[in-house]
Each structure stands twice: as structure tokens, then as C-alpha cells.
């Protein structure tokens, strides 16, 4: 055997362990594909190998990978997306679609989804579905109907969604991109538009009517905190000049700007006023006192006009520190200690604010709910403090032997005062793409810099939303396909496919490679399974004879029918969590999906490419 052949043996041989270890999910994914780097880069430095033009393989080949355009433009597409969910930018359509479906069937989540699926078709189908699955969840206690029923829908339909742009998922941008390096086959925005829409709503048509019924009611996370996610806060609002409550009158005896929150004292200099309120104007000096959950207040807090203020205390001792940026404010709950020196004071009292940069927004007291402003209450072990203040503000609180942090309540406050600038922003990238005036990859990174520099997005939420496994499986697979490609791995793998379906019509050929990458895909990455086999398609379709971009899109196509496994794509690992589903139940829903797809496609692929 001579160095190629031996490469090629070893590559074969690393591909095969690299499944495996995917598969068995015994080590990191990260691990995983660094060391079948690792290994691609030993081997060929070991057995030299020559690609057809005379230029040896070397090991900037396998990491030019990372640096790969269309990698590049995923990671930027998760970025503009975590810009769209951190402001909030589809809050109001999605309240106006829960409205909407008040008092009507458990069909009324069908709308929703629907918009889930055009969505997904322009944008990364994970933020779509993070974005969608408290709204999923509304839309089910509306209509009394079992959220688990409808959450697997939501990420099936956001898969389904995204098979049929360009941009829709990264398999679809990371195989056009290979091909085209590769091939002379050049997709754009809607290439593939139209055989995925009907193999996408033939999919739908079972999604939305069929897979509800074969799927159980489970009790859901959501459920099972709802007694706690009810709690009452004690805050209060001070009312200063330019405030957004100014001239607010009471109507029936309630505040209609404050209707997600009860108003239980306005403290009008040494008066107080006590409910009802009639024909009470609020005015500059005024505090309102109210109780209210902690998604109320943090919503008065994410305002673009904010009904809250986080720049100082309220009690004239200002700020030690730097003001909380805007947009950058966390939520977290603290509980008093025994024996703390919080015990007995009031919050001016105590220094809170002044020793940890953190501003109490609400007491919540489980044995009563006092009627006195917040600044007056003297705290008791016990007590739940809602604070607000600055992640590395909030970090600083697990030192603290006066509070004891609970780490699972951190949360940012969304930015909505950003929303519009993300939906422009969004709006700009998606149509220069579809319009194909500037490359993908031009228009996904100045997104990314504009979500940065307009502020609905800081630097430590953007690499947040950076996913590492993404960016090392795909690393990995594109320097695999490199190896199957320079040692003609690929073109061995197409001329065995050809030769077991030798005599067999194009039509059958076809049908097949989509079966084995569809089975693929579910159980590894679908842009591991979708990179690996964009040389084996596009040397399959030279073989026979045919049109590769019907081999293309054939593969993508196939390698987002990832629906048998919660493992076969990240959403559904998203859902999995809260409607509680077991391996089982994906199996059952998702294989028939699957085998749904594949059929649809195997009729309507050689009709549409005429093959």
C-alpha cells in the first residue's frame, strides 16, 4: 500500500471512531472533534498526500475549516438572533397572537407555529425556538390544553422551516458553500425554495394535526413552579419629573398603566393614600406602592420608557459605583440569613446598596404582605429581596454572609427599548441576502456589529451566544471532508454507492442517499452528516450521470430530517427539558416524520429535476 492508501485507510478509521464517540456521547463533542483534528493532521504529516493539481496536503488545510465563510456567517446569524431574543424585538406580535386565541380550540397554537415556520426559514431555528417556547406555553394554558402537546410541534416545525432557504439552517449555508468550493454547483437565497416548501408542508400537515395526538400530556416544568412563580413582590415607584406615570389618573379605582402590578398605597408627602383611588392624579414627588410578580417588575424595568429606576437608591444616598448600563441590568432573588445584619433594618437602614452596588426592587414576605412603603418594612430572616444590579455585581453576592443568593433566579432584563433597532437590523441582513446585492457572509457580519454597536447586544452576550460545539463539530467535519476528498476517500465511497446500485434508475439512487443521511443525521450533528457526505453526493451525481444540485439538495434536505432523536438537533434537546419528554417519545412522533420526508421527497425529487 502506498502513503494515499494508507491515508485513506486511517481516515476512514478516524471518521468511524469520530461516530462513535459522537454517538456514545462518553466525552465532550468539543474533545471529540479536536482530537479527530488532531489525528487528521498526525496521519498526513506521517503519509504525505498530493491532491490532483501536485500541492501537498498541509496542516493549514485542516484547520482552514475553522475559518470557513459560511461557519462564520452561522456564528453571526446566532449572534443577530440572541440581539432579536435579549430585546424582546417579537414580544408584541407574540402577545397580540395569545390574545387572539383566547377561547378558542387547542388548534389555536397552529397560527403560531406557522409563523415559527416562516420565521425559521430566515433565521437560526434555536433563538426562534427559545423565543416561541414561553409563548407555546401561554397559548396551552389558554386553551386548556397540555403544553406538552405542543412543544415538540414547536421545534419540528422550526426544523422543518429552516430546509427551505438558503439562511435557514446552518446545514443548508455549510453545504452550498462546500459544494461550491468544490463543484460548479452554485446555490442562492431560494434555489431550493420551492421542493422544500412542499416537502416542508407535507411534513407540517403531519406536525400540526397528527403528531399532537400521539404525543402524552406530561406535567411540565412550568406547571410544577406555577405555585411559586405567582409570588408577590412589595416595590415601590417613585414618581419624578418625566416620568411615563406623570398625570396618570385612576380609573375605577386602579391604575391602567400599572395593571399588571397592585397598587396598595401612594405616598403623597406625610399623606397616605389608601385604595380605592378615586380621581387620584399621580404627580412629581408622589411613591406608589405596589405588589407585584417579578416578571411585572422586570418588565417595568425593560420598558423603553422605564416605570423603575436602577441609577440610584430613592433615599438621597447616591450611587458608589458606576451606574447600571442600560440594558445590561440582572434580576436575581436573595434571602435574609439567620442571624444577618439586615435583621431589624429598614433598606436605608442597612447600607445594602451602598456595600453591594445592588438595588433592592421588592421584599416579599410569605407570612403577610405589610402595607407601608418598601424603604420602611424592617427586614426578617426570610425575607426574599428582589435585587437588581450588574452581573459581576450579582456574582459578588455569593460572598456576602448577610444574603443568601439563589443562583438559579439570575436573569438579565430584556432590552427592549432596543426591539426596533434589532428588527431593522434583522430586516437590513435578511433582505440584502434574499437580493443576493452583498454575500451572506458580508451581511451576517456588519448584523453582528451593528446589534453590538446600537446596544441591543454587549460583548459578553454576543460570545455567549457563540455555541463552541458548533464551531469545533463543524471545524472537525469540514478538515474530514478534506481528508476524504485529498485522498480520494469520497470519490471511493460514490463509486461504491454506484457500484451496489448499479442498473438502479437515478430516481432510486437518489431516494437512497437520502435514507442514509437522513438515518445518519439523527444520530450525529446534522452538519457533521451534511459536511462528510457534500463530496459523496456531488461524486455520486458525476457517476450516474446527473444534475449534482438535485444531489445537493437532496443532502440538504436529508440532513435536517433530524426528528427520530432528541439528540439529532439542538431544539429539540431545547424542549426536551420542559415538556419532559423521554427518548421514547421522539422516537414515536419522529420516525414517522422521517419516513413522511424521505417518501415525499423519493416522488417529487425526479418530477422537479426531471430525472
Given at each position: 500500500m502506498d502513503s494515499v492508501e494508507i491515508a485513506m485507510a486511517l481516515t476512514f478509521v478516524v471518521i468511524a471512531s469520530t461516530v462513535v464517540l459522537y454517538a456514545l456521547e462518553r466525552y465532550a463533542i468539543e474533545t471529540v472533534a479536536l482530537g479527530s483534528v488532531t489525528a487528521f493532521i498526525?496521519?498526513?504529516?506521517?503519509?504525505?498526500?498530493?491532491?490532483?493539481?501536485?500541492?501537498?496536503?498541509?496542516?493549514?488545510?485542516?484547520?482552514?475549516?475553522?475559518?470557513?465563510?459560511?461557519?462564520?456567517?452561522?456564528?453571526?446569524?446566532?449572534?443577530?438572533?440572541?440581539?432579536?431574543?435579549?430585546?424582546?424585538a417579537l414580544e408584541g406580535p407574540a402577545k397580540s397572537i395569545v390574545r387572539m386565541t383566547r377561547g378558542r380550540s387547542h388548534r389555536a397554537a397552529i397560527p403560531i407555529l406557522i409563523v415559527v415556520g416562516v420565521l425559521s426559514a430566515f433565521l437560526n431555528n434555536t433563538p426562534v425556538v427559545v423565543m416561541f417556547l414561553p409563548i407555546l406555553t401561554a397559548v396551552a394554558a389558554t386553551v386548556g390544553q397540555s403544553p406538552a402537546r405542543l412543544l415538540m410541534p414547536l421545534s419540528f416545525i422550526a426544523i422543518l422551516g429552516g430546509m427551505t432557504t438558503l439562511i435557514g439552517s446552518s446545514t443548508n449555508l455549510l453545504v452550498a458553500n462546500y459544494a461550491a468550493q468544490i463543484s460548479d454547483v452554485r446555490l442562492s437565497f431560494f434555489s431550493f425554495t420551492p421542493i422544500g416548501l412542499i416537502v416542508a408542508s407535507v411534513g407540517a400537515v403531519y406536525v400540526l394535526f397528527v403528531m399532537p395526538r400521539l404525543l402524552r400530556s406530561r406535567k411540565t416544568m412550568a406547571e410544577e413552579l406555577q405555585v411559586t412563580s405567582g409570588k408577590q413582590f412589595i416595590a415601590q415607584i417613585e414618581i419624578t419629573y418625566g416620568h411615563p406615570l406623570v398625570g396618570v389618573e385612576s380609573v375605577s379605582g386602579m391604575f391602567p398603566k400599572l395593571k399588571d402590578m397592585t397598587v396598595r398605597l401612594v405616598q403623597r408627602g406625610q399623606k397616605p393614600i389608601l385604595p380605592p383611588f378615586e380621581n387620584v392624579v399621580l404627580s412629581p414627588g408622589d411613591t406608589v406602592i405596589v405588589a407585584a410578580t417579578r416578571t411585572a417588575l422586570a418588565n417595568a424595568l425593560a420598558r423603553r420608557q422605564p416605570l423603575m429606576e436602577t441609577e440610584g437608591d430613592g433615599n438621597g444616598s447616591g450611587r458608589e459605583t458606576a451606574p447600571i448600563q442600560a440594558g445590561s441590568i440582572s434580576l436575581a432573588e436573595v434571602v435574609v440569613a439567620p442571624a444577618s445584619r439586615l435583621m431589624g433594618r429598614t433598606l436605608p437602614q442597612s447600607g445594602f446598596y451602598s456595600e453591594t452596588g445592588c438595588l433592592v426592587m421588592g421584599i416579599q414576605r410569605r407570612s403577610r404582605m405589610p402595607r407601608m412603603a418598601m424603604n420602611d418594612i424592617r427586614m426578617e430572616a426570610g425575607d426574599v429581596l428582589l435585587v437588581a444590579g450588574s452581573e459581576s455585581e450579582i456574582g459578588r453576592l455569593r460572598g456576602n454572609r448577610d444574603v443568601l443568593l439563589l443562583d438559579w433566579s439570575t436573569a438579565e432584563v430584556p432590552r427592549k427599548r432596543y426591539a426596533p433597532h434589532a428588527l431593522a437590523i434583522f430586516a437590513c441582513v435578511v433582505a440584502l441576502a434574499a437580493t443576493g446585492l452583498v454575500p451572506i457572509v458580508a451581511t451576517a457580519v456588519a448584523g453582528t456589529f451593528a446589534m453590538i454597536v446600537s446596544g441591543c447586544l454587549n460583548i459578553r452576550q454576543a460570545m455567549r451566544a457563540i455555541d463552541s460545539r458548533i464551531f469545533m463539530l463543524v471545524g472537525a467535519s469540514l478538515a474530514g471532508a478534506v481528508a476524504l476528498e485529498g485522498t480520494g476517500g469520497a470519490a471511493a465511497i460514490a463509486s461504491g454507492l454506484a457500484h451496489v446500485l448499479n442498473g438502479a434508475p437515478p430516481p432510486v439512487i437518489l431516494s437512497a442517499l437520502f435514507f442514509i443521511v437522513m438515518v445518519l443525521t439523527n444520530f450525529l450533528s446534522n452538519n457533521a452528516a451534511a459536511v462528510l457526505f457534500t463530496p459523496v453526493a456531488i461524486n455520486l451525481a458525476n457517476e450516474v450521470g446527473q444534475r449534482p444540485d438535485a444531489f445537493v439538495v437532496c443532502l440538504i434536505i436529508a440532513?435536517?430530517?433530524?426528528?427520530?432523536?432528541?439528540?439529532?438537533?439542538?431544539?429539540?434537546?431545547?424542549?426536551?427539558?420542559?415538556?419532559?419528554?423521554?427518548?421514547n417519545d421522539f422516537v414515536l412522533a419522529g420516525t414517522p416524520l422521517t419516513l413522511i420526508l424521505w417518501l415525499t421527497f423519493s416522488l417529487v425529487a425526479p418530477w422537479y429535476y426531471g430525472l
Open positions: 498526525v496521519i498526513f504529516y506521517v503519509f504525505p498526500v498530493e491532491t490532483p493539481d501536485g500541492r501537498t496536503i498541509q496542516t493549514g488545510d485542516f484547520l482552514a475549516g475553522f475559518a470557513n465563510p459560511a461557519l462564520i456567517t452561522v456564528i453571526c446569524l446566532l449572534i443577530i438572533g440572541q440581539g432579536l431574543f435579549q430585546t424582546d440532513a435536517n430530517s433530524s426528528f427520530a432523536t432528541p439528540v439529532g438537533y439542538q431544539t429539540n434537546l431545547i424542549v426536551m427539558g420542559p415538556g419532559h419528554y423521554r427518548f
